[in-house]
């Protein structure tokens, strides 16, 4: 007699039971600026619950950053998540580029300590007369309107964080202050976010945690990015690219299966929502969007797909 096996949960997806979100950052040139928005008419139809604009190391692309997030607002139907950090700013400034998002539509900011203008890797110091972290920046928003916010998690813990505990301890003072979500740091080995989520809940952490995932369109490129962002690459990961520099069309189909089997996975394991990195690239993330089940919604008029969001 045959056993019965129970059927994968990522094989019986259908419409409308994930849901996804974008991240992008702003273009520094007009070259640039053609990507990101050819990925993003790309992407927009698979109707994201909300599209992330990044902000540079310091503050460095505040201009830019909310340039991008006011074309969306303007010139699409998605919903815009604005990131906002504390460093090399005080309160005052902080607060008015936040009241400046509010004005201009903006309901959802991603709250983010964020990394020195020195760069990621150095010590960290609060500015002087400035918010001192993510927590005093989320309770800092909420006074200011009623912002839905989402923060960082750490599943490997923040690099510059002593230990696992005082990363979640870190983590649970960010959702007292009032944050209503965390989006995971990108990583690949799904038992960490796994851990991370029961560590998360067995401190009182109840809000939404949405994994981070990050197509490798070039693996040299996103193992640097996970090295400073604490981040571990495993060894079976760097085998399935070694020898791949050179050939990013077969890159490109092995980064759709690595991508492909970690989501499906997750499925399994019953996550239902994905937070894609997307590097300003289209390509890899709605071909696996296409497997988790989403289909795009035919193009309406912008007022009217503004008035069914």
């Not at 996970?226 to 070694?242: D, H, K, M």
Request: with cysteine; glycine share 8%.
């Amino acid at each position: 007699m045959t056993p019965q096996t129970s059927e994968r949960k990522s094989r019986l997806l259908g419409a409308g039971e994930i849901d996804v979100s974008f991240e992008f950052f702003p273009p520094k040139s007009e070259k640039m600026e053609q990507a990101l928005w050819t990925a993003i008419e790309r992407l927009s139809p698979l109707c994201p619950s909300f599209v992330s604009v990044t902000y540079g190391a310091g503050g460095s692309t505040r201009e830019r950053t909310h340039t991008t997030v006011a074309r969306i607002i303007n010139e699409t139907a998605l919903k815009p998540a604005a990131h906002l950090t504390c460093v090399d700013a005080s309160r005052e400034e902080v607060d008015t580029v936040a009241q400046a998002y509010w004005d201009a539509g903006v309901r959802h900011i991603v709250a983010l300590r964020g990394d020195p203008a020195s760069g990621v890797g150095q010590t960290y110091a609060p500015t002087p007369g400035g918010y001192e972290n993510a927590a005093d920046l989320v309770a800092g928003l909420k006074r200011i309107a009623n912002f839905e916010i989402s923060v960082a998690g750490y599943p490997e813990k923040h690099p510059e964080s002593p230990s696992l505990k005082a990363d979640i301890e870190n983590l649970k003072a960010k959702v007292d202050a009032g944050a209503d979500r965390i989006i995971t740091q990108f990583g690949f080995d799904n038992t960490h976010y796994l851990r991370f989520l029961e560590r998360a809940r067995a401190a009182g952490i109840w809000v939404p945690i949405t994994p981070g995932i990050v197509p490798i369109h070039s693996f040299r490129q996103v193992a640097g990015f996970a090295v400073r962002a604490g981040a571990s690459v495993p060894a079976w990961l760097a085998r399935r690219f070694e020898g791949l520099d050179e050939d990013p069309a077969t890159t490109h189909l092995v980064a759709a299966a690595v991508a492909t089997e970690q989501v499906m996975d997750l499925v399994d394991e019953g996550v239902k929502s994905f937070h894609f990195y997307t590097l300003n690239r289209a390509d890899l993330v709605y071909a696996i969007c296409h497997l988790l089940g989403l289909r795009p919604l035919k193009a309406a008029p912008l007022e009217a797909r503004k008035a069914a969001s």
